[in-house]
């Protein structure tokens, strides 16, 4: 028997991810892992995003604004991409995004900075793309 309150976390893990994602899911969630260890993949999504997202203590904006910048330090474009994208959805902005980045160049150099620019870049054009496609 689990001490763990797993089934509200469940709960919210689905709250948060629908606050993210209109579709619920996340665009990284079709990956090795996911395929090959299914629950395993969902596990860790549960107590990610229904333990520590969830957590009023800190913000979902500060959160999702950590994240980017732990994943700047380790330079993975995609999940980068990602989480800039998170943060504008919890209410983070374009250029919000770019100071932080900017500050990060001191503690993580000019390449994985770069990298953080150009998955910012690559994330305010497909915005903006989108905002044009929904104008009438």
Do not use: H
Request: charged fraction near 20%.
């Amino acid at each position: 028997m689990s001490t763990f309150p797993l089934e509200s976390w469940e709960t919210r893990a689905k709250d948060v991810a629908n606050r993210f994602y209109t579709t619920g899911r996340s665009p990284m969630a079709k990956n090795g892992m996911a395929e090959l260890d299914p629950e395993l993949a969902a596990l860790i999504q549960v107590i990610a995003r229904g333990r520590s997202y969830a957590d009023d203590t800190v913000d979902l904006k500060t959160r999702a604004l950590c994240t980017v910048s732990c994943l700047i330090g380790l330079g993975e474009q995609p999940y980068i991409e990602t989480w800039v994208a998170n943060a504008i959805t919890a209410g983070a902005t374009v250029e919000e995004i770019a100071s932080l980045m900017s500050q990060l160049f001191v503690y993580v150099g000019t390449l994985k900075s770069v990298t953080g620019f150009n998955a910012l870049a690559a994330v305010r054009d497909r915005l903006e793309a989108a905002a044009t496609d929904d104008t009438p």
